[in-house]
């Protein structure tokens, strides 16, 4: 319930806090809108960048470049160095900050460039395609670049101005796309794909240096001021790149390299969503929670608000996709990518929980507690590696998707227990923080699935109806949740929810 006080009744130190938390949310809300703005321009033209080339290619074509991937995905995971997030979470940082930090990153892409090499071959004698070495020799170049980025980019992030970054990753994916498209009109097949992957990263560390100026030097002087925060991160990054690849590794080796390239797309379209709106708009909540990070009262609020917000914006996206998937790869990716469409429907619905361990992960790490990301992702794998292995024997394919959707929803109520552990804020109390936008959520399916029943009789184009069914399901959606007495009140250094019963 909202409230209101005369003013002449707050206490004039009760009115600055509220005045400082309003300020702090709307910097952090203007950093989030910069970030989510860079990340959707950057997934626009990824996405017109598939168009393109997925009615060039051919799946399988995408099925041997996300094999090779894969491995490269893992080693990039696991050897991932916090350097922003560590300099972050500090008082104050000073050049030699930058300078361990800079080191730490390039002793990390020496570190991949090794791996990946000693790698290459035996990986491609496992699965019987020689195309993978060089594949994955060339790949590596993008995680190698994208962790030679500015170190001084850090000193926007604790002012929460994100507009630099926007333009670092803006000019990025631009030469990406034309450097992908200059290489599909050379002739070059699948490799248009690889040179996306690797000039995005590469242009946008050249545009840092540009944006954040900075002189290299190597020193491990201020090591121990990062050794703590990277040891249990980089432990929970080893388990994460396990999670997140382990099934594209399991299907890579039984299933042929069309229907892997239908299953990766799929599952990249169906995280989408998480990747361009929640993830970037929680790289600022992070500072704003490691400013806060004194005062529990203020903290369990910023996280209640920020799990609320994530779950607000992307819980209809993914619910959206899982309705409409069908139309929406026949209409992007054209006829033969079809049977992804199944594929991405399912997948969205796996992906509906991973906002609210985002807002979780920001947390954890503002309040320096990194072994609890650790703990949930080794609960994740032990349950995935089990659970995916066992749907993909019994009902291949759909089986292993399947068993992503049942996995969600055990995580679920593994992120809620964190929740409480870290937080402070019990499940019941986490539950009616965002039970109204699952209900929106569900009455936004059930009017989309009927206008598509009542109106596959009159054979509309796929066009239409999917026009037809975000209209239905945004006024669907945005109609329950005024029902249930759910406003949104914007204004000066203000953006609150206002819940009326």
């Known amino acids: 319930m909202a409230s209101q006080l005369p003013v002449a009744a707050v206490r004039p130190d009760v009115r600055r806090e509220g005045d400082q938390s309003s300020m702090l949310t709307m910097q952090a809300v203007k950093g989030a809108g910069w970030l989510v703005f860079s990340r959707f321009l950057g997934r626009l033209i990824d996405l017109f960048t598939l168009l393109i080339l997925a009615r060039v290619l051919s799946p399988a074509d995408f099925g041997v470049v996300a094999l090779a991937l894969s491995l490269v995905v893992i080693v990039d995971t696991v050897l991932e160095v916090p350097v922003t997030q560590a300099l972050t979470r500090l008082v104050a940082i000073d050049k030699t900050h930058l300078d361990t930090g800079f080191t730490l990153g390039a002793l990390r892409g020496l570190a991949i460039a090794l791996v990946i090499a000693a790698a290459a071959w035996p990986f491609s004698w496992v699965y019987q395609d ?149 993830g970037p708009a929680l790289q600022p909540v992070m500072a704003a929670f490691a400013s806060i990070s004194s005062d529990t009262e203020r903290l369990k609020q910023a996280f209640l608000k920020a799990a609320r917000f994530a779950m607000l914006i992307s819980a209809p996206v993914c619910v959206g996709l899982a309705v ?59 349950i995935r590696v089990v659970a995916i292995s066992a749907g993909f024997y019994f009902f291949s394919v759909i089986g292993a998707i399947l068993a992503r959707l049942a996995l969600s929803l055990v995580m679920f109520a593994v992120y809620l227990a964190n929740a409480r552990r870290l937080a402070g804020v019990g499940i019941r109390t986490q539950l009616a923080n965002i039970w109204k936008v699952f209900v929106a959520v569900a009455v936004m399916a059930a009017a989309v699935l009927a206008l598509r029943r009542g109106i596959a009789p009159y054979g509309p184009a796929v066009l239409v109806e999917l026009g037809l069914s975000i209209a239905a399901g945004c006024a669907a959606y945005g109609a329950t949740l005024l029902a249930l007495g759910v406003r949104l009140s914007i204004g000066p250094r203000r953006l609150e929810w206002i819940d009326r019963w």
């Not at 990301?373 to 994740?380: G, V, Y």
């Open 324 to 382: 409409t998937g069908d139309l929406a790869v026949v209409l992007v990716l054209g006829a033969k990518w079809q049977e992804a469409g199944l594929y991405l429907q399912l997948l969205a619905l796996s992906v509906v929980a991973i906002p609210y361990f985002q807002a979780l992960y920001s947390f954890a790490l503002a309040v320096d507690r990194p072994s609890a990301i650790f703990r949930m992702n080794l609960a994740d794998l032990a």
């Open 130 to 278: 020689s195309h993978l070495v060089p594949l994955m020799l060339v790949l590596a170049l993008g995680p190698i670049s994208r962790g030679l980025f500015s170190p001084g980019m850090v000193h926007f992030v604790r002012a929460l101005s994100f507009q630099q970054t926007f333009f670092a990753e803006a000019v990025g994916k631009f030469c990406a796309f034309a450097a992908a498209m200059l290489t599909l009109w050379l002739g070059g097949g699948y490799w248009a794909i690889v040179v996306n992957f690797v000039m995005a990263p590469l242009a946008a560390t050249a545009a840092s240096y540009a944006i954040a100026p900075y002189r290299p030097k190597l020193s491990m002087q201020r090591f121990d001021q990062f050794s703590g925060f990277v040891g249990w991160f980089s432990s929970a990054q080893v388990v994460a790149a396990l999670n997140w690849q382990f099934d594209r590794v399991l299907l890579g080796g039984f299933v042929d390299k069309a229907t892997l390239g239908r299953y990766t797309v799929a599952s990249d379209l169906a995280v989408l969503p998480t990747q361009s709106l929640i």
